[in-house]
């Protein structure tokens, strides 16, 4: 959505073991969203509420945006607003939108960059606010979910408490464990490329990276190969790893993502981030 009007694009459409996140992660999201739409008449016939907020939080790079790919690609009967960057002014008439072409869904890219930043706002209080109010303007029964995307969720967490019931499932997004990094540099690598020692020593050594590094590694090693005229093997997965974790590389593996700590827990093999443009609506 853009001061020029909607984009509308086509719906991504990925399958589960594109996805890599901690086990059971992916379920609970899907369940949120698409579980409830699929029992509404009867939650409505019980008198529960169908309007829902999902938060998903964590570093970048830690596959928020491609979990959030993975989401509208399983729920074709939704119609989805996605807002990023200036466009989040727009959620007044998202929502609208939403409350018109039910089940829908609203994605909010990056909140945290509106959570104290009264530029981004028509008025004297911040943008996360107005996202707020727009959240408690729709109807208890509209099926409508208000899906958050942060790295920082420390920025929202006072905000979101103090105004509570908006975000009803809060799911961390954590950086891949090396059980994680493994599968995604299995899942980038040419088919038979490289040993498994040498894919499982790569994903020892790259603790702290996310889905964007691997991603980047594994192209790199490929480049060295082609340089040389000769298949990918796995001295140019060693050349490529040793090259993009060296001190000169300092800058490089900062914008890829590198340097946070590493966190336990996952090990499906899925995959990483790639963000969608501003203002997109999914039909």
Do not use: W
Not at 19 to 37: S, T
Not at 191 to 220: C, K, N, Q, W, Y
């Amino acid at each position: 959505m853009t001061e020029e009007g909607l984009t509308f694009i086509a719906r991504p459409e990925l399958r589960a073991d594109q996805v890599v996140l901690p086990e059971g992660v992916l379920e609970r999201v899907v369940d949120h969203v698409a579980g409830i739409a699929a029992h509404a008449p009867e939650l409505k016939r019980l008198g529960q509420h169908l309007k829902r907020g999902l938060l998903l939080y964590g570093p970048p790079g830690s596959g928020k945006t491609h979990t959030v790919r993975y989401l509208l690609g399983v729920t074709p009967d939704h119609t989805v607003v996605l807002l990023a960057g200036e466009t989040l002014r727009f959620v007044g008439l998202a929502a609208k939108l939403a409350r018109a072409m039910q089940p829908a869904l609203v994605v909010l890219e990056d909140c945290d960059l509106i959570a104290e930043d009264r530029d981004m706002s028509y008025g004297a209080k911040p943008l996360l606010f107005e996202v707020l109010d727009a959240m408690d303007g729709l109807d208890a029964d509209a099926d409508v979910t208000f899906v958050l995307t942060t790295n920082r969720v420390d920025a929202m967490e006072r905000a979101l408490t103090q105004r509570p019931g908006r975000v009803d499932l809060a799911v961390e997004v954590p950086l891949p464990d090396t059980a994680g990094r493994l599968a995604l540099l299995r899942l980038y690598a040419p088919e038979g490329a490289f040993s498994e020692d040498v894919l499982a020593d790569t994903a020892h050594r790259t603790s702290g990276t996310p889905a964007s590094f691997s991603r980047e590694l594994i192209r790199r090693a490929v480049l060295h190969a082609a340089k040389d005229g000769v298949a990918p093997a796995d001295r140019h997965l060693h050349e490529a790893t040793s090259e993009i974790l060296a001190d000169g590389e300092r800058l490089s593996r900062a914008l890829l993502g590198a340097g946070g700590e590493e966190k336990s827990g996952m090990s499906v093999d899925r995959m990483p981030r790639v963000r969608p443009g501003d203002g997109e609506v999914h039909c």
